[in-house]
């Protein structure tokens, strides 16, 4: 049950609280949302590892079942201000469609990979 404070009358009211159902609608439909994310990578990485890198980051969200649309590599560009002690960055920009827990694990792989200097993810709609 919900509490409700009724001002005028100074008193407490119980009502049934509202049926919100499950977070997943019936019949199997997913909750996947398009996403944004950047990341950028040391920029001494070499060829074969950068794309190494950016293939891992797209199984992760492929084995969570989300699907990554585009891939764009900006290459090496100079970083506004030095991120531990690194001039320039490889940048990456993912386009992908995913749930909240693929999302999340995309995340985390971003933060214990050494090669990532600083990542941000962006939901689209």
């Known amino acids: 049950?919900?509490?409700?404070?009724?001002?005028?009358?100074?008193?407490?009211?119980?009502?049934?609280?509202?049926?919100?159902?499950r977070l997943r609608p019936k019949g199997g439909v997913s909750l996947m949302r398009q996403y944004e994310t950047m990341y950028i990578l040391r920029p001494g990485i070499e060829e074969e590892a950068l794309t190494e890198t950016v293939e891992r980051f797209k199984a992760v969200v492929e084995e969570q079942g989300g699907a990554v649309d585009r891939i764009d590599r900006w290459g090496k560009r100079r970083l506004a201000y030095d991120i531990d002690k690194e001039r320039e960055g490889q940048y990456v920009l993912m386009h992908l469609k995913a749930e909240a827990p693929a999302v999340k694990e995309l995340d985390r792989m971003f933060k214990i990979s050494g090669d990532v200097l600083r990542h941000i993810i962006i939901r689209r709609d």
């Open 1 to 21: 049950f919900a509490a409700v404070y009724q001002a005028g009358e100074r008193r407490l009211v119980l009502l049934p609280a509202p049926q919100w159902g």
